[in-house]
């Protein structure tokens, strides 16, 4: 035991960590989000580890009794070996662990990545981009030998995958990045023992239900007459932004959020993945887009469906590592 | 032991079929494998399944063993599905705790190789029992009855409709658009194939129509809307103005007195009527009517007979009837052809066979005489096949963008029937009947074809994909000439001199389109409505209580269309008499708590079975509306809506239970 | 997702060469009875093709199509009535829009399209319903198993792909 983890045993307090893994750091930056209750949360719990805003080392981590840590969020997808690892130290490091955020849930947008290869991805980063200068046409290694011996990075996995195709989990925050405020409603929730310390990947800090639910805009029951793009025309206000043709994800997207996009104007993305009982989000999309389009032929049915530029890229923009499929063959 | 189970005993009954599917599957070996299956408890093969012994037994076994899933594999379920969920029923279990698995239709009488129809069999049987143990118990719904019918549309199918169901004790509202009585029927002469006057049958059926204290007739009346489901349909009704009432005397004075005209309908545009009209000489109700669009309220008609039985101001009235059922019988229209088609609009020579048929008729704008010169030998050439049996390509497209490719059944001997009737008219007229196919199907029918060869009516056969031309006859000996290459002898071409020439036109649905989308009818693609099965369901509709009588359903004669009035009344009889209707259990329902009010099953669902519960903001299903067609449920993004017996998780497993192969699946959740 | 069972399977691995394994979506009043039609004919096709039947093709959810292929299935194909025929008036008109959307998508993702098929099959088209079997069984064929469960496990699906984690 080193210094840090003495005090801490000695505190009592709640020990929580946050660790991010393929990620934008977008989720760390909502922790934050929750404003004064920040306040709160540093006189209730110590942070035991937060590679985003302090200095722990991994031996800290490993050094840790098991089950340690009370409340563990780990945030982004795993993409490469480094994360896996820390996702299974993590899991038998915490008494809780809670994916957080879209890509540790679903998989997020790097999960879109499961849509190509390794090796398209290293030709555009590395290869083939105009802003590059790689004569050489030096690429990442797990091993390298240097100077100083040899250098070993993480490995490069070909898929992404979520926190719950490595670990068990116990609870999962969608969003992109989750609303602050239900989170920490959450959190009190789990501090509280209101929640289950161990639970099978039950999704908190949102509804069951779409966004719909909590859409200000009106439905007409038309349908679809033409798509567009949010860049291409001003929307009406007050109507249902799927019924002007803005695809929105609305329907097959969980609440939690306040609708947010949709009270800016936009439609939802679907960032809190799929709502209900549902599992892959896309085709909970097509299934109820096809429905409601406005045509009795089937070329205009094909026009109709021409018309939407990247389906894959629509319907599964955040929940690709959650689909039936899981990303392209 | 609850009486649903789980799907721990599952009982597999595999049907030899007689050899039928035996001779190829080796269904002993099929019943060992599927037997070894967890949850399997009884397997066994058996000559005929459908057979009382067949029965008996599953009746025992279900009993003895207190199986709580019974598997069927035999015939195609369209057979006799219902007969085995009889047999659950009467052995206790709920009859809807049952797969019906295809391995004739779909296994042995398709698949050569025996192995692999065997191993196709396992297959199959096993994807049944991993679904069979998702099921639940499910109750038919049951929908209490009005016990009245309303028949829409009086012509002969509906007036037939309407008796018989007054025969049996039903209150019936007979409700006819125009203002009078006998549809299509009255406007022929005689009929084939008895030679009997039309509207002397005609006037006995409406006879007993209106004589019968059971029926309503209500005639100028006009569908306004009609809601609910079976059982309890409420319609309203407009009753437009008659003008003239059961008080006025003298109605050829009236009528006489009238200066108005217009085109007379009835005579197909052959002849003008008054605006104060009687439609045909004993029609029903025997007051005129007044057609307001030619009225314009002069008010000489009322002068004429001193005031008493006409009322230029009277109004509409609108009344609500309730029925348990309804009966659709609102008939057909004759084709018209497009102007000119074989000449049609252009030559004054080129008529309908309609048109004809009332040229021949003694009651008719001409008396009875033919507009041709007898003594003169003139010559008629028919030709059939106009508007029907049409090809894409060939024939010029109809308004709403198709062709009508159907045969119209009935003018091949209607236009032999006219023939002859011209030739007893005009004994020296020469006729040539210009045909594709000579469909003289029906019984007696055959006869007018013969008796037309031998009265020498000369039989020309064209190809379809080129039809006869009609043009002025540049030699002047007659008005038009007609030419084809004739088939009979080689492809000669033909051109024959005609004074007359009667096209044989084939038949469209009169138009519903209000109705249809009030009863949700589904309609076929040559927009006829469409029933349940052609064969074992022919005068239903897939809305439960809602029956079809005659041409609205598809081109027949009168002998068909009365025969489907008939059934229409026995079958909505049947449901009234039950007091209740049972309809299959397969409907949707909504999880409350996932069902998030987005509205894309309402937007979805072709029969407005689905409503929206404003206070909490989600949708609700009619049960009684709901026909069980699962589109809302595939549609649901939230999957919030399921379908009974057609769910998720039954679906899934079977799938799951198909692609199985050695070894467990990845698990994918 | 569907629950898969351990079932225990005595003798029904199938023979060792690959055989296209196609799953058909058909709707009760339709196509199905299409499919019987083929069978009163004695028209002979492929065993390939299992049947799963439905009330109408608009019941068809675009996740049956998914998880058959995730489960397995080397093509999947969706019959229904054709447009205007349609048993429940427009439950079709569904189908018509969502296959084809869905269709995209699997394209997209790197699905051979010939593998998803589309069609109308009307219940006295048994003669269409034997071909397109020979046809797509043949197709298949010709494409290769598809094997996406052997993809999946390839991502770490279920079995994560992991080496033990530091500091144990």
């Not at chain 1, 934050?32 to 209730?44: F, K, M, S």
């Not at chain 1, 302090?54 to 563990?72: H, M, N, S, T």
């Not at chain 2, 589904?522 to 074992?536: C, I, N, R």
Request: aromatic fraction near 6%; proline fraction near 6%.
């Amino acid at each position: 035991m080193n210094a840090n983890t003495e005090s801490m045993a000695r505190t009592g307090k709640l020990k929580i960590g946050m660790y991010w893994a393929a990620s934008c750091g977008g989720c760390d930056i909502s922790l934050l989000e929750i404003g004064p209750h920040i306040l709160e949360l540093a006189a209730a719990a110590d942070v035991v580890l937060w590679p985003c805003a302090a200095d722990f080392k991994y031996r800290d981590v490993a050094a840790y009794p098991d089950q340690y840590i009370d409340l563990c969020f780990f945030n982004g997808g795993v993409r490469n070996s480094e994360q896996e690892e820390i996702a299974r130290l993590l899991r038998r490091k915490s008494k809780t662990l809670v994916a957080y955020g879209a890509c540790a849930t679903d998989g997020g947008i790097p999960a879109l990545a499961n849509t190509t290869t390794v090796e398209s991805i290293f030709a555009a980063s590395y290869l083939d981009s105009p802003s590059l200068d790689n004569p050489a046409r030096v690429q990442p290694q797990p091993i390298t030998a240097c100077e100083f011996g040899e250098l070993q990075i993480p490995h490069f996995y070909r898929h992404v995958l979520r926190l719950a195709d490595i670990v068990e989990v116990d609870y999962q925050i969608p969003g992109c990045p989750p609303q602050a405020e239900r989170v920490w409603t959450a959190i009190l929730a789990l501090v509280a023992g209101e929640l289950p310390a161990r639970n099978r990947a039950v999704k908190v800090a949102c509804t069951d239900k779409a966004v719909c639910d909590e859409c200000p805009r009106e439905k007409r029951k038309v349908r679809i007459k033409e798509f567009r793009r949010p860049h291409q025309a001003l929307a009406e206000p007050g109507w249902c932004l799927l019924e002007q043709g803005f695809i929105c994800m609305g329907p097959a997207t969980r609440s939690g959020c306040g609708a947010l996009c949709i009270n800016a104007n936009l439609p939802c993305r679907g960032c809190y993945g799929p709502s209900g009982a549902v599992t892959d989000q896309g085709v909970a999309m097509i299934g109820a887009l096809g429905s409601i389009l406005d045509a009795s032929t089937e070329e205009r049915a094909r026009e109709l469906i021409d018309q939407i530029v990247d389906p894959v890229g629509t319907f599964y923009r955040f929940t690709m590592a959650s689909s039936d499929l899981r990303g392209s063959r | 032991m609850s009486a649903t189970g789980n799907g721990a005993k599952i009982g597999v009954f595999i049907c030899h079929c007689g050899g039928n599917i035996s001779d190829v599957v080796d269904v002993k070996r099929v019943a060992d494998e599927v037997g070894a299956l967890p949850g399997v408890v009884f397997t066994t093969t058996t000559t005929f399944l459908c057979s009382d012994p067949g029965q008996v037994l599953m009746e025992q076994k279900i009993q003895e063993l207190g199986l709580d899933r019974v598997i069927v594999a035999a015939c195609s379920p369209t057979l006799h599905q219902l007969t085995f969920r009889r047999a659950l029923d009467r052995a206790g279990l709920n009859q809807f705790l049952f797969e019906h698995v295809n391995v004739r239709e779909q296994v042995s009488w398709v698949v050569e190789n025996h192995e692999a129809a065997t191993q196709k069999a396992t297959r199959l049987i096993s994807a049944a029992i991993g679904r069979a143990r998702h099921l639940t118990p499910l109750d038919k719904r049951r929908i209490p009855i009005h016990p009245t019918a309303l028949v829409i549309g009086g012509g002969i199918a509906g007036l037939v409709a309407a008796r018989d169901l007054a025969q049996r004790g039903m209150n019936v509202t007979l409700v006819e658009n125009r203002p009078f009585l006998g549809g299509r029927m009255a406007q022929l002469h005689t009929l084939f194939p008895t030679g009997e006057v039309a509207r002397e049958l005609l006037a006995g059926v409406v006879e007993d129509v209106v004589d019968h204290p059971l029926i309503t007739v209500l005639t100028n009346a006009q569908i306004l809307e009609s809601e609910g489901v079976v059982g309890d349909f409420r319609t309203r009704i407009r009753i437009e103005p008659r003008g003239a009432n059961e008080h006025l005397n003298y109605r050829g004075n009236a009528i006489a007195a009238c200066p108005e005209e217009t085109i007379n309908e009835f005579d197909f545009g052959l002849s003008r009527r008054k605006a104060i009209y009687m439609a045909y000489p004993g029609c029903y109700p025997p007051i005129p009517a007044i057609d307001w669009h030619t009225c314009t309220k002069c008010g000489k008609c009322v002068w004429a007979v001193g005031g008493k039985g006409i009322d230029l101001n009277e109004l509409p009235r609108e009344i609500t009837v309730q029925s348990g059922v309804i009966v659709l019988a609102t008939g057909y229209d004759p084709y018209e052809p497009l102007y000119g088609e074989y000449g049609y609009g252009i030559f004054p020579r080129v008529i309908t066979l309609q048109q004809l048929i009332r040229n021949l008729d003694p009651q008719g704008p001409t008396g009875g005489q033919l507009p041709l010169d007898c003594a003169g030998s003139p010559r008629i050439a028919f030709i059939h096949c106009v508007g029907a049996r049409q090809i894409e390509g060939v024939n010029q497209r109809q308004p709403d963008g198709k062709v009508k490719d159907y045969c119209a059944r009935t003018c091949c001997t209607g236009a032999m029937h006219a023939a002859l009737d011209i030739k007893r008219q005009c004994p020296k007229a020469t006729i040539a009947s210009f045909y594709q196919d000579m469909r003289t199907y029906g019984r007696g029918h055959e006869a007018y074809y013969e008796r037309a060869c031998e009265s020498g009516v000369i039989f020309l056969r064209y190809d379809p994909r080129h039809p006869p031309r009609v043009e002025r006859n540049p030699k002047g000996d007659s008005a038009l000439l007609v030419s084809t290459r004739d088939l009979l002898t080689g492809g000669i071409e033909v051109e024959m001199p005609a004074d007359l020439v009667v096209l044989a036109t084939g038949v469209i649905p009169h138009d519903i389109s209000e109705l249809v989308g009030m009863y949700h009818c589904a309609v076929g693609y040559d927009s006829f409505l469409l029933e349940v099965h052609p064969k074992l369901r022919p005068v239903e509709l897939a809305v439960s209580g809602v029956f079809l009588a005659g041409c609205c359903q598809g081109p027949m004669d009168i002998t068909e269309a009365t025969a489907a009035a008939s059934a229409a009344a026995s079958k909505a009889a049947a449901m009234i008499a039950q007091g209740q209707v049972e309809m299959d259990p397969f409907n949707a329902t909504v999880n409350d708590q996932l069902c998030t009010g987005c509205q894309t099953c309402l937007t979805v669902c072709p029969y407005d079975a689905v409503s929206r519960d404003h206070v909490r903001g989600i949708a609700l299903i009619s049960e009684a509306r709901c026909t069980g067609c699962g589109t809302c449920a595939a549609a649901c993004p939230s999957n919030a809506i399921q379908q009974y017996g057609f769910n998720d998780a039954e679906v899934l497993a079977e799938v799951a239970m198909l692609l199985h192969r050695a070894g467990p699946a990845p698990a994918v959740s | 997702m569907a629950e898969t069972h351990a079932v225990q399977r005595s003798s029904m691995a199938p023979a060792e060469a690959w055989e296209p394994r196609i799953i058909a979506f058909l709707c009760y009043w339709c196509s199905y009875t299409g499919a019987d039609n083929a069978g009163t004919a004695r028209l002979k096709y492929p065993p390939n093709v299992d049947i799963i039947r439905v009330m109408c093709s608009g019941r068809i959810d675009p996740e049956f199509v998914t998880t058959a292929f995730a489960h397995g299935a080397d093509g999947v194909m969706v019959l229904g009535c054709h447009i205007g025929d349609c048993h429940y008036i427009a439950g079709n008109h569904k189908t018509m829009a969502r296959m084809p959307l869905l269709k995209r998508t699997l394209v997209d993702l790197g699905m051979e399209p010939e593998r998803f098929v589309h069609e109308w099959v009307s219940a006295a088209e048994g003669e269409k319903f034997a071909r397109l079997v020979r046809d797509v069984t043949e197709q298949v064929r010709r494409l290769g198993p598809l094997d996406w469960p052997q993809r999946l496990v390839q991502r770490g699906v279920g079995t994560g792909m992991g080496r033990e984690a530091w500091g144990h």
